[in-house]
Structures are given as structure tokens and as C-alpha cells.
């Protein structure tokens, strides 16, 4: 597997969809893509490496995809993650979702849901909606 290079540190304006406040943790919600209520995106269990960290942090965690689909990721995670943090995530389009080495998908999220595991061995994981993206063409 070759090396890619690593994304730049963003901060928050240049992630930041419009409408966002990213002062403390108070975020305003901007929908990517189209929303029901009543029906839930569908989920691909799909494991790929996944690198995340907290929105202005300069250092990535890396960890592994459980499920994506079009709206959110759910990642295994070192740490609990504060509910309604501000998260990036980056990721290799997978296949099975539209890409076909299309590029790397950075991923302005908002952490929807922390979840402890019921057992000591289970890894803590994380479910972030994402709120807005960018492709970084191979």
C-alpha cells in the first residue's frame, strides 16, 4: 500500500458549512443531503481504515469504518466522543458506496450518538451525521 500524503489541518473556516457556528460546541444543523424522518439511510457494513480527530486538532486518530451510508459514518473509537462535538473524518471512497478510487473523502461531522460496548473486549465506537465533505483526487 504506498503512502498518501497527509491532509492539511483544517480549521474551521475552511470546513465550516455556512450557517455554522463553531465557537464551543453549538453547531446549527446543514443538510447535505435530503432528510426523511420517517426512513433511515441505508447502512453498508463495511470496514476500512478511517482516520478522525476532533474539528481544529492536528493529529489524526486511526481506527476503522463499522457501517457507513450516505448521511453518517459509524467508527470504532480509542475514547468516548462528546455528543454534538464538531469531528473530521477521512476516508477512501469505498466501492460499494459510488467510489471506485475516486479519491479521499474528508468529512465535516457532528458526533450524533457515543457508544460504550457491552462487553470489556468490544471496542468503544462513535456515530458522526456528516454534515459536509470534500473529494481529494489519487
Not at 36 to 51: G, H, N
Not at 92 to 113: H, K, N, S
Not at 115 to 133: E, G, H, K, V
Request: glycine residues 8%.
Amino acid at each position: 500500500m504506498s503512502a498518501r500524503p497527509e491532509p492539511e489541518a483544517s480549521s474551521p473556516e475552511d470546513l465550516a458549512p455556512v450557517g455554522w457556528s463553531l465557537s464551543g460546541v453549538t453547531m446549527q444543523r446543514r443538510e447535505v443531503f435530503s432528510f426523511d424522518p420517517t426512513t433511515r439511510a441505508s447502512r453498508y457494513e463495511i470496514s476500512i481504515p478511517v482516520r478522525y480527530r476532533p474539528l481544529g486538532e492536528l493529529g489524526w486518530i486511526e481506527t476503522k469504518t463499522i457501517n457507513i451510508s450516505c448521511t453518517g459514518v459509524l467508527f470504532e473509537t480509542d475514547e468516548p466522543l462528546q455528543v454534538e462535538s464538531p469531528v473530521e473524518l477521512s476516508f477512501d471512497l469505498p466501492v460499494e458506496i459510488g467510489g471506485a478510487g475516486v479519491g479521499e473523502l474528508t468529512c465535516l461531522g457532528q458526533v450524533v450518538r457515543s457508544i460504550m460496548p457491552p462487553s470489556s473486549d468490544a471496542p468503544l465506537a462513535a456515530a458522526a451525521a456528516i454534515a459536509d465533505f470534500k473529494v481529494t483526487q489519487h
